[in-house]
């Protein structure tokens, strides 16, 4: 099995718009029939920072999320409000 | 739900050691009742740093397990075997 931390830094001004945004991510990943589990949420004593917790089946699962059009048209569509590049770790549980 | 990234470096030196009481503390905690998911693992192209990725019921769950005896244990046990303190990040789902 594969885990996810992928941490994110959001604009102030554009919190709710990315929100919106990994929602939809959120919702269409977790349909995906190799996901284990797939959460997005802020971190603690933060308003700006959030990370998606993901588990995957495996390396190649993970691939091909990456390939999907759910999760390439959130990544395009969240650019303009990141303060920073996602910060993405990857662990082999 | 909680989410929790708990990242760990480990001395090069230790790191079996270390694996064994991080095993021994992912088996008890996943009994706990209140723990959706408690997954331990090696980062990408890393062989010294780790993380725990856990999903709690709520913070009350996870303040909670921070009381266990197996929890307080296993940091006890592996103090010496880290190379930098804990790094938490904790998110609300």
Redesign the interface.
């Known amino acids: 099995?594969i885990?996810v931390?992928a941490?994110v830094e959001v604009k102030p001004d554009n919190i709710q718009e990315f929100i919106a945004i990994a929602q939809e991510l959120v919702e269409a990943s977790r349909q995906e029939t190799t996901n284990i589990?797939y959460?997005?949420?802020?971190?603690?004593d933060s308003e700006t920072s959030?990370?998606f917790?993901e588990?995957w089946e495996d390396q190649k699962a993970l691939d091909q999320h990456m390939q999907t059009s759910h999760f390439t048209g959130a990544v395009a569509a969240w650019e303009k409000h990141l303060a920073a590049p996602l910060d993405v770790?990857?662990?082999?549980?």
């Open positions: 099995m885990g931390r941490a589990s959460d997005f949420g802020k971190l603690a959030f990370a917790i588990r770790e990857i662990y082999t549980f």
